[in-house]
């Protein structure tokens, strides 16, 4: 099944792509950046992580993880909404 959620993520804010999305755990995802102007924080974890270890989801951006991720973290300074999709 193919899934297209839009996502808020509220500022300074921990949010579980996969559990806001209704996405699978382990499926490989794709996130793209709505903003125009803010970057995001991108974490491969099975829990919420301590703000180390990010990828830098810059605006307008698309970013994927690979197949059978533990989990997928978004954090950012601002709110933002973001696009996740499973990866084709």
């Known amino acids: 099944m193919d899934t297209t959620t839009n996502i808020f993520v ?3 804010t921990w949010v579980n792509l996969y559990s806001a999305s209704g996405i699978t755990v ?10 125009e ?9 099975a ?7 990010f990828a830098n989801l810059p605006p307008l951006e698309v970013r ?7 989990g997928a973290w978004i954090w950012c300074e ?3 909404a973001v ?4 990866a084709s």
């Not at 829990?47 to 270890?53: A, F, M």
């Open 37 to 45: 102007v803010y970057n995001a924080r991108l974490v491969t974890s």
């Open 47 to 53: 829990t919420e992580p301590d703000g180390s270890g």
């Open 78 to 80: 601002y709110g933002i």
């Open 64 to 70: 994927s993880n690979l197949p059978g991720a533990t």
């Open 83 to 86: 696009n996740v999709s499973e």
């Open 10 to 12: 509220q500022a300074r």
């Open 26 to 35: 382990g499926t490989q995802i794709t996130v793209e950046n709505l903003s």
